[in-house]
């Protein structure tokens, strides 16, 4: 079983940086496909970024390309998620996703909400304009 944890959420105003960590348990984790996923009020969740188990691939959806950027360090059992000019439509909840350890190779990442087997708690980020 794979725990996450969330945190940096907070409240900031628009063009302003948060980092969200996701502390991962396990240990698997380092060959783990991961990802970040958004959901607001009354939408469907979203994927916002994707990491490969190695690093070496990243994906961004088109509304957060350019602005923030996923990284882990697997020593720590951590992701992260840089975000910076941030705009009031980012705000939402902001998840963190792990999928189940399947000796994926070192440039596949998930982007689809069903291809994840874990789920952290969430934490939310808010952008005032």
């Known amino acids: 079983q794979v725990q996450l944890v969330e945190s940096g959420g907070g409240l900031v105003q628009a063009g302003g940086s948060l980092r969200l960590s996701c502390a991962a348990s396990?240990?698997?984790?380092?060959?783990?496909?991961m990802g970040w996923f958004r959901q607001a009020p009354g939408k469907e969740r979203e994927i916002v970024a994707a990491?490969?188990?190695?690093?070496?691939?990243?994906y961004y959806s088109d509304s957060v390309k350019g602005r923030f950027t996923i990284s882990r360090d697997n020593a720590k059992n951590t992701v992260y998620l840089q975000m910076n000019s941030l705009k009031p439509e980012d705000t939402a909840s902001y998840y963190c996703?792990?999928?189940?350890?399947?000796?994926?190779?070192?440039?596949?990442?998930?982007?689809?909400?069903?291809?994840?087997?874990?789920w952290g708690q969430g934490t939310q980020v808010t952008v005032s304009s």
């Open positions: 996703a792990a999928v189940r350890d399947r000796n994926y190779g070192s440039t596949y990442y998930e982007t689809g909400v069903q291809g994840y087997d874990y």
């Open positions: 396990g240990r698997t984790f380092s060959t783990q496909p």
């Open positions: 990491i490969s188990w190695s690093g070496y691939s990243t």
